[in-house]
């Protein structure tokens, strides 16, 4: 059975940047479009991106676009989530999860959280000063 795991998360200062890693075991990655999420206390959960099959990458949440993007290393088996220009109302638990249905790369932005499976345990990225 598939199995996601993120890494990469950490303590940043604001204006900093990480590199988020999911990586898959039980399955290739590369026959799945990947969606990234997080989670701060008290809040739902929010998509930050998302990226087809194909590679095709698409922008999450209006407060992320241009400074987060999603890629992907089939050859490694690895999906990434850069992370630019931190801020504090960036920290959160960061997730990576499977798109279920074929949606993502259909429309202009990633299929909401529902449409997502197979959830990583998530890594904590907290900006702060």
């Known amino acids: 059975q598939l199995q996601l795991v993120e890494s990469g998360g950490g303590l940043v200062q604001p204006g900093g940047s990480l590199r988020l890693s999911c990586a898959a075991s039980?399955?290739?990655?590369?026959?799945?479009?990947i969606g990234w999420f997080r989670q701060a206390p008290g809040k739902e959960r929010e998509g930050v991106g998302c990226?087809?099959?194909?590679?095709?990458?698409?922008n999450g949440a209006d407060s992320v676009k241009g400074r987060f993007t999603v890629s992907r290393d089939n050859a490694i088996h690895t999906v990434y989530l850069q992370m630019n220009n931190l801020q504090p109302e960036d920290t959160a638990v960061y997730y990576c999860a499977i798109d279920q249905y074929g949606l993502t790369g259909k429309t202009s932005s990633c299929p909401v959280a529902v449409y997502f499976g197979s959830w990583g345990q998530g890594t904590q990225v907290t900006v702060s000063s």
């Open positions: 039980g399955a290739p990655l590369e026959n799945y479009a």
């Open positions: 990226i087809s099959v194909s590679g095709r990458s698409t």
